[in-house]
């Protein structure tokens, strides 16, 4: 199957800082990349989605100027979170399709996700 | 938007019992429903999926049925096997614009305890 990857796997920062996170599509062209927050034993909420070139899509009360998203390539699409404070410490997972319309779905392939802890 | 509810939270069967896990939707205008497999600290796993146009959808010990007219779907897992703790999430697929759109929704999972 398609395979996505993730970098870093864990981050620890300072509050403050900022934070990048990558999500790589390895043996595919990535039309879609999703990012997705996850609070521990919580679901998977929705953060962006992002087509490559074009500005991501934001979900309703997420903060564009906070969660940056650049989809620069069909391979690459990257979360920068800005000024990282506390409350931002989360599982950040991303998936990525690859266009293929099978039956009017695109199947997502996940990344393994980024652990991120904000001191 | 969609809104995605999903029963039980916990859930904990005997080794070999089986296991059934029940999601609702609200938005009529989803077609596609996935099941996904998520182990601690890791990424989501597609298990199995079911289409709007289809009723029911078996594969080995693993089954999804859909009611459209009532708006759920339902997971069911026979003859468990300690490997299948994990938690399970529902999710709905939504086009409401056509292509470009297109969003997952994610129930808010069943952790699921096969006790030995």
């Known amino acids: 199957g398609a395979v996505v990857s993730q970098h870093p796997s864990w981050v620890i920062c300072k509050s403050g800082t900022s934070v990048k996170i990558e999500c790589r599509s390895l043996d595919f062209q990535a039309t879609t990349m999703f990012w997705y927050r996850q609070f521990p034993k919580q679901s998977l909420m929705l953060m962006a989605t992002s087509n490559e070139g074009s500005k991501a899509t934001y979900e309703q009360g997420v903060e564009k100027d906070k969660f940056l998203i650049n989809h620069a390539s069909l391979t690459l699409s990257t979360l920068t979170v800005t000024s990282a404070h506390p409350e931002d410490s989360s599982f950040y997972i991303c998936?990525?399709?690859?266009?293929?319309?099978?039956?009017?779905?695109?199947?997502?392939?996940f990344g393994p996700g980024t652990r991120l802890t904000v001191l | 938007g969609e809104n995605v509810e999903q029963h039980p939270s916990t859930l904990s069967v005997q080794e070999g019992d089986s296991a059934v896990i029940k999601c609702t939707y609200s938005?009529?205008?989803?077609?596609?429903f996935p099941w996904y497999k998520q182990e601690l600290g890791k990424r989501p796993q597609l298990i199995i999926d079911?289409?709007?146009?289809?009723g029911e959808k078996k594969d080995q010990r693993i089954a999804v049925t859909l009611n459209k007219t009532a708006k759920h779907f339902s997971l069911h897992i026979t003859e468990t096997q300690p490997e299948d703790s994990a938690v399970y999430f529902c999710?709905?697929?939504?086009?409401?614009?056509?292509?470009?759109?297109?969003?997952?929704?994610f129930g808010t999972g069943t952790r699921l305890t096969i006790i030995p």
């Open positions: 999710a709905a697929w939504r086009s409401p614009l056509g292509f470009g759109n297109e969003k997952l929704t």
């Open positions: 079911i289409r709007s146009n289809v």
């Open positions: 938005d009529s205008a989803s077609n596609y």
């Open positions: 998936s990525a399709s690859a266009g293929q319309r099978i039956a009017g779905f695109d199947e997502q392939f």
